[in-house]
DNA sequence: TTGTACGCGTTATCAC
DNA sequence: GTGATAACGCGTACAA
């Protein structure tokens, strides 16, 4: 069932049917009523492969994303996803992993599908050193980038960035404001996001202040970031005498495995020890109390993304980065 | 930069071109190696969408899922899209919401998009009435379908599901026979799956000569499942002076739920009150003692869709439906 | 307002 | 082995 045999059980010509099909202008009321009627009785769906050739589109997003397991990015998905079909796109998804190779070939992949733009989820897409990024400038050149978390100045890449290096600056700052002297922090990642947050720890207490002290640092690898695994951890921590009296992370599953630390250890939250989280997820109100968490508005960053993307689409201009601003969500585990 | 190109600066045919591209038959070795030199220095990528409308096909799998943001599915995602990748296709991603209406279309859409086939994620896109399922049915006389924890005959559907009954029935049995007596059942979902798990629950407190209590079975919908709503509502439960021992649930969020209302109302776990999760996820590891919980294998039941769909594909028969057993975790929430 | 004819970039079927 | 050439199904100038 295609154009040629509607256009004939209708009487008219493709021309006409393919007018009808694409809402398009001067058609007669008449004849475009006979059409759809045809249409719709024999079920017809034009050939999107065949479409796609003519239009060299099929309307499509790439989504990639480092991990979709992640709940955070799982999240993301669900987002970027509902708010691209609400507005014609479909979306190919591609789960990487971190392994440089493995993003520079999803990225390949998804380009060579022609999609009509990408989105990139998380600073892990970018590289410290430019000559890393090269991959991500020739992909620019072909289809519209628009990056989730992370800052990357080029033509044809947009970033939309929730700003992680005053979230943490302040929410140090409220920590220490509150009495606290020695804050713990946790964190899982390296890559420029996960370095923000570190950075506005540090000025966080210097603010204040406060010097940067190497041992009340800590770095969770991926396979590290469980609770139990956290728990242990401070507990051995606290074990070879290391006074502190909060933790700030950059997860909330690390700051679950603080609270489960201080109910082992007996020590009352937050009288004894503060704690705060990130991402404002599910997690945080797994614990008793529940957990204070930076709230980085995800849903609104990936609406953001969506709707840059789709500006970029259609020939508007979009802005080049859009920052917002993470809100400090207070709960019981802070003064 | 086409096929043409390709052919002229190499001084063969597009016919030739087209073999050396799908590594068809007799092509002189010479032939080969020139041709590919040229495609390499022009760094020719062929057409995706001429190429599917060629072969009828883009190498694309529909996944439709109720909601990525459910951390459950987000991993049965990314376990689907690695296997689907790693074998050469790429996923195309659907969350539909519940609503009837958006499962249909979301079927609809993925179908005119020329989807290879589909793998429909849980037992959401099952109705209780035939004919409620007629949409499937004729899916499924375009592309093949696999439904993950699903169970649905029908010709082109293929099934992958973990026995929930058996294992509720097994959580319940175990419970019981570790001296529990009152349990309570909490469960979000009223699905097909949903109610095998309450039926495996019914059938346990039957195996050991108990009545079904109604009063010790209570639902959540969506948005009541968060663990401060649990917490509450067995707070309200036991203040109205029900008696229970232990708590067996559909998902670990709710059985999270529990352990928080454990503490909070100073009932020691398990010593006073028993806690069985689903799911085995992250959320079990969240509490003190961790939850004992149901692993149901999702990761293996997703490869199972996987490699079931690859067989269906390559015109191999497949098993109609495939059934995993799920496998008890005991941690420190049970005697 | 409607129809004709061509292009989109491949794959596949023939001949040679 | 290799090369013309016809599909594949649709969009769209251009013509009528």
């Known amino acids: 069932m295609n154009i040629y045999d509607i256009s004939e059980k209708a009487g008219v010509s493709i021309a006409t049917v393919s007018r009808v099909l694409n809402g398009s202008s001067r058609v007669s009321p008449k004849t475009r009523e006979h059409v759809l009627a045809v249409m719709a009785e024999q079920g017809y769906v034009p050939n999107a492969f065949a479409r796609g050739l003519g239009l060299k589109s099929m309307k499509t997003i790439g989504l990639l994303c480092p991990n979709a397991g992640d709940p955070y990015l799982a999240l993301a998905i669900t987002y970027l996803e509902r708010a691209f079909r609400a507005n014609g796109y479909d979306c190919l998804l591609s789960c990487t992993g971190k392994a440089r190779s493995d993003r520079v070939k999803?990225?390949?992949?998804?380009?060579?599908?022609?999609?009509?733009?990408?989105?990139?989820?998380?600073?892990?897409?970018?590289?410290?050193?430019?000559?890393?990024?090269?991959?991500?400038?020739?992909?620019?050149?072909?289809?519209?980038?628009?990056?989730?978390?992370?800052?990357?100045?080029?033509?044809?890449?947009?970033?939309?960035?929730?700003?992680?290096?005053?979230?943490?600056?302040?929410?140090?700052?409220?920590?220490?404001?509150?009495?606290?002297?020695?804050?713990?922090?946790?964190?899982?990642?390296?890559?420029?996001?996960?370095?923000?947050?570190?950075?506005?720890?540090?000025?966080?207490?210097?603010?204040?202040?406060?010097?940067?002290?190497?041992?009340?640092?800590?770095?969770?690898?991926?396979?590290?970031?469980?609770?139990?695994?956290?728990?242990?951890f401070l507990l051995s921590l606290a074990h070879q005498g290391l006074t502190f009296d909060a933790v700030l992370s950059s997860e909330d599953i690390l700051s679950v495995g603080a609270a489960k630390y201080a109910r082992v250890s007996r020590r009352s939250v937050p009288e004894s020890l503060s704690i705060i989280g990130y991402n404002n997820s599910s997690f945080?109100?797994?614990?008793?109390?529940?957990?204070?968490?930076?709230?980085?508005?995800?849903?609104?960053?990936?609406?953001?993304?969506?709707?840059?993307?789709?500006?970029?689409?259609?020939g508007k201009d979009a802005p080049q980065k859009t920052v917002y601003h993470a809100e400090l969500v207070k709960r019981g585990s802070t003064l």
Do not use: W
């Open 284 to 314: 945080a109100l797994c614990c008793e109390p529940e957990l204070t968490s930076v709230d980085n508005k995800l849903e609104v960053l990936c609406n953001a993304c969506v709707s840059t993307m789709l500006s970029v689409l259609s």
């Open 106 to 232: 999803g990225v390949e992949l998804l380009l060579s599908k022609l999609v009509d733009g990408m989105v990139l989820m998380g600073s892990t897409f970018l590289e410290a050193n430019e000559s890393g990024n090269k991959y991500l400038q020739n992909a620019a050149k072909r289809v519209p980038l628009v990056m989730l978390n992370a800052a990357y100045a080029c033509e044809n890449v947009y970033c939309v960035v929730c700003d992680d290096y005053r979230a943490t600056m302040e929410a140090t700052q409220s920590l220490l404001d509150s009495g606290r002297k020695n804050i713990l922090y946790l964190y899982h990642s390296r890559n420029a996001s996960g370095q923000k947050k570190l950075a506005g720890y540090q000025a966080g207490l210097q603010s204040r202040g406060l010097p940067i002290r190497d041992d009340l640092i800590h770095f969770f690898a991926e396979d590290k970031m469980s609770v139990p695994a956290v728990r242990d």
